[in-house]
């Protein structure tokens, strides 16, 4: 009898343990989720457009800041679990936001491109050089906006998931995802040159520009 007591107290000392730390895990992955949501709700104030034209230079010395995430934003997105709330079992989120990240780095560098023009037609009276950087800011800043609304829309979808994902990491949801199969799922088509997504989604978010009033 007393190894009976003994055995059934360690099974339950042991489900408790498990328990414990399903819940840990799962509190762990909300809290992972807030802080990739909080970074993306922060890049997607980053909305505006250099929308320059040959005729129409800066009206002041500011220029957009390009979206951007954290340090840390890669890292904690590699180490999410993601099948605790992944939509289905082919779930591409994780793909999704590298991708992201990846079009925030490369927007940084066009920027950088941007602002470096800028600061030799600023320092430099030499009009012939400074026409052909002009030129030069003129293509780039086009690149920069057209790359700005692929991001935006990037970022629209991924905060969506990512509050699918909240609601999903709840305990009842997630006691009914260990008791049932995912259903199948098929992941959106990658993004193309005019995308009709994105148009769609320009008519609901249309970007700002620095030169509009109230920017």
């Known amino acids: ?6 055995l059934l107290g360690y099974a339950i000392g042991t489900v408790q ?27 997607k104030l980053c909305d505006y457009k250099f929308a320059l034209r ?3 230079p800066p009206a002041s010395d500011h220029v957009p800041r390009p979206p951007f995430v954290g340090e840390h934003f890669v890292t904690t997105v590699v ?4 099948s605790m709330t992944d939509e289905h079992p082919d779930d591409s ?7 992201l990240a990846d079009a925030c780095d490369m927007m940084a560098r066009v920027h950088g491109q941007i602002s470096d023009l800028l600061d030799k037609i600023r320092e430099d009276s030499d009009q012939a050089r400074n026409r052909e950087r002009w030129e030069s800011v003129i293509d780039l800043a086009d690149v920069y906006d ?3 609304d692929t991001t935006m829309f990037m970022i629209q979808d991924a905060l969506r998931d990512l509050n699918r994902r909240i609601s999903e990491v709840q305990w009842r949801r997630q006691l009914y995802r260990a008791t049932h199969k995912l259903a199948p799922g ?6 193309r040159d005019g995308d009709p997504r994105i148009a769609a989604f320009r008519v609901e978010h249309p970007p700002r520009s620095l030169s509009a009033p109230g920017a």
Do not use: C, Q, Y
């Open 186 to 191: 098929v992941n959106p088509e990658p993004l």
């Open 1 to 6: 009898m007393g190894i009976i007591t003994a």
């Open 79 to 82: 180490a999410l679990e993601f």
């Open 93 to 99: 989120s994780l793909a999704g936001l590298l991708s």
């Open 54 to 56: 040959p005729d129409n």
């Open 146 to 148: 057209s790359m700005l």
């Open 17 to 43: 343990v498990l328990l414990l730390d399903w819940k840990r895990s799962r509190l762990a992955h909300a809290r992972s989720l807030r802080v990739l949501k909080a970074d993306l709700e922060r890049a």
